[in-house]
Antibody
Framework: EVQLVESGGGLVQPGRSMKLSCAAS????????MAWVCQAPKKGLEWVAT????????YYRDSVKGRFTISRDNAKSTLYLQMDSLRSEDTATYYC????????WGQGVMVTVSS | NTVMTQSPTSMFTSVGDRVTMSCKAS??????VGWYQQKTGQSPKRLIY???NRDTGVPDRFTGSGSGTDFTLTISNMQAEDPAIYYC?????????FGGGTKLELK
């Protein structure tokens, strides 16, 4: 069974940093691209970033370029999202998703950026 | 960036109804479209990939169609477990973009 379990969310002040993790199991992690998708409270879905199966390529939405970094540790079957210079508009539930086209999703982790 | 516009924004339906919702792309995205279902308090679930391919385990009452700029998700026989927000996604060119969603509710 495919499982994606996010962790690392919480309350953070504007301008500070936070790192999210997504532990994967039930499939061969290093065979798949992985992605982060977010959803602000009561809002729709937004793609955030994607990383290729081997970590050699990364893609970001414009609003997070230069502030967020997606990475992975294939030995640990874990996906990461380093979020720096956080803004109030980054407040959202962050989901990790398997594959370039989001076949499977985690349960999500809430990030609240507020002073 | 490719804008995905979904309509209607919300709709009420009854068990047994045929439901059709639309997703229009601002430019040609080929068949690089997926449909996702998000029930209240849950993570999204993919239903359809490459515009018309049903994911394993998805009931055959869900059908995706379209190509280019116009896409449709049809539920042939609405069931009590189908109320949710349905999103389309284009993955033809970065940034991947979702539509704003269609909220489907029972009368």
């Amino acid at each position: 069974e495919v499982q994606l379990v996010e962790s690392g969310g919480g309350l953070v002040q504007p301008g500070r940093s936070m790192k999210l993790s997504c532990a994967a199991s039930g499939f061969t992690f290093n065979n798949y691209d992985m992605a982060w998708v977010c959803q602000a409270p009561k809002k729709g879905l937004e793609w955030v970033a994607t990383i290729s199966y081997d970590g050699s390529s990364t893609y970001y939405r414009d609003s997070v370029k230069g502030r967020f970094t997606i990475s992975r540790d294939n030995a640990k079957s874990t996906l990461y999202l380093q979020m720096d210079s956080l803004r109030s508009e980054d407040t959202a539930t962050y989901y990790c998703a398997r594959g370039r086209y989001f076949r499977y999703w985690g349960q999500g982790v809430m990030v609240t950026v507020s002073s | 960036n490719t804008v995905m516009t979904q309509s209607p924004t919300s709709m009420f339906t009854s068990v047994g109804d045929r439901v059709t919702m639309s997703c229009k792309a601002s430019q040609n995205v080929g068949i690089n479209v997926g449909w996702y279902q998000q029930k209240t308090g849950q993570s999204p679930k993919r239903l359809i990939y490459w515009a018309s391919n049903r994911d394993t385990g998805v009931p055959d009452r869900f059908t995706g169609s379209g190509s280019g700029t116009d896409f449709t998700l049809t539920i042939s026989n609405m069931q009590a477990e189908d109320p949710a927000i349905y999103y389309c996604l284009q993955h033809n060119s970065y940034p991947w973009t979702f539509g704003g969603g269609t909220k489907l509710e029972l009368k």
